[in-house]
């Protein structure tokens, strides 16, 4: 394997987001012959020096963005901000609507609310979001036959936003069958990110074990939003490292909870920093706002 015959091909499959591993995986296929992770990183090692990138990791917005994040993000001045879910509230539209939340908005305002906050962030970092169950919420003020003409509604609360995309992981089998909902994963770089409805990142650690092999994913970190805690942990002998990215929002963003009193605790707002070295992350640490 030489650089002159796989490093353009190499370079554009890293633009798809791919890791070493997968590529590897990819070019071992297409050429019917064995390539290993160390000759692929090797060869982008020479072409394109590995720098130390560092993702910033946020999630639980609920259209109230806690008024120190922006702040966080400004110091940590990372290369990307990774958005895990629930951006909107949506509370009118849940199935436990309680009339006496004066946070009540309607999803015109929440966009508006959410899209205004997105452009005072920094422009250059990339900017990635999934969906979260409150997000989802947004569907259900969109008739059935309707949702053809809008796939994908989070795209209003991201227009105009720089190096904005909304993101998703591709979980069905070999057969077709989907075995998590994809709108609420994503894997980067050896991260899974997931805002699956998961009490904690011990349940996210159990699904990763059923369905690693089936997926061909190969951890670093488990990354579990939804439960607005804020812990880490490793696990499997330290072979992964597992947390709870906190809250993106203001703690007056939470009464809704008290549909789930026995379930939930109060959150705690906070954030995650990720930095990577090529493919490898090299350092966790999480914060509280």
């Not at 590529?23 to 090797?42: C, G, H, M, P, R």
């Not at 607005?228 to 963003?253: I, N, S, T, W, Y």
Request: with cysteine; glycine share 6%; hydrophobic share 35%.
């Amino acid at each position: 394997m030489t650089t002159s015959e796989y490093s353009e091909e190499i370079q554009a499959l890293r633009n798809e987001g791919l890791s070493f591993s997968q590529i590897a995986f990819k070019l071992s296929q297409k050429y019917q012959k064995e390539i290993t992770k160390d000759s692929v990183q090797k060869i982008y090692k020479r072409r394109f020096p590995l720098k130390i990138e560092t993702v910033f990791v946020t999630g639980d917005i609920h259209a109230s963005p806690h008024p120190d994040l922006l702040a966080a993000i400004k110091v940590v001045n990372p290369d990307g901000i990774f958005f895990g879910g629930d951006m909107y509230d949506a509370q009118e539209y849940s199935r436990w609507p309680l009339d006496v939340n004066e946070r009540r908005k309607s999803a015109e305002l929440e966009t508006k609310t959410i899209n205004e906050w997105l452009r005072t962030l920094p422009k250059e970092p990339w900017k990635k979001f999934i969906w979260g169950n409150h997000d989802k919420r947004i569907l259900d003020i969109i008739p059935d036959n309707a949702r053809w003409m809008v796939p994908e509604p989070l795209k209003f609360m991201i227009e105009g936003v720089e190096n904005a995309e909304i993101v998703k992981m591709d979980v069905r089998t070999k057969t077709g069958e989907e075995i998590g909902e994809s709108s609420y994963l994503y894997y980067y770089k050896g991260v899974l990110f997931s805002h699956q409805n998961h009490s904690g990142y011990e349940k996210l650690l159990k699904w990763y074990q059923q369905w690693r092999d089936v997926l061909g994913i190969n951890a670093q970190a488990l990354i579990q939003f939804h439960t607005h805690q804020l812990r880490m942990d490793f696990a499997l002998g330290g072979q992964v490292f597992c947390a709870e990215c906190g809250m993106g929002c203001k703690p007056a963003a939470e009464p809704y909870k008290v549909q789930y009193q026995g379930k939930w605790r109060p959150g705690t707002p906070g954030y995650i920093v990720l930095k990577f070295f090529g493919d490898e992350l090299v350092s966790s640490a999480a914060y509280r706002l």
